[in-house]
């Protein structure tokens, strides 16, 4: 992603993915999910946290690999964001993140 793109630009194409629109009212209806990523540079590193029911991570995963693979966003202003997916695998939790995944799921 070059330097000067909005990183919050791949996370919206994961909302739109997973929502159908980056503007909707809660809940999201697939898997309420947060995006937070780390730039150094041309690389942005995204961690993506949801909370779904198990039947649908599979589902939840695919989607979001989907959205990123795509390599692109156009805005409501009109400017695409271009980017390349480099990798994508699950992770661990972190104590803080499965607190926000508990808050995120209602629960």
Excluded: Y
Aim: proline share 7%.
């Amino acid at each position: 992603m070059d330097a000067e793109s909005d990183p919050g630009t791949a996370g919206a194409a994961i909302t739109v993915e997973l929502c159908g629109s980056w503007e909707h009212p809660p809940p999201c209806p697939l898997a309420p999910h947060h995006t937070s990523h780390q730039r150094d540079g041309n690389a942005v590193a995204l961690r993506v946290v949801f909370a779904a029911e198990p039947k649908a991570e599979n589902e939840v995963r695919r989607r979001i690999e989907s959205a990123l693979a795509a390599g692109s966003l156009s805005g409501p202003d009109g400017i695409t964001t271009r980017w390349s997916l480099l990798r994508s695998a699950a992770g661990s939790l972190s104590e803080a993140e499965r607190e926000h995944a508990q808050r995120i799921a209602g629960t």
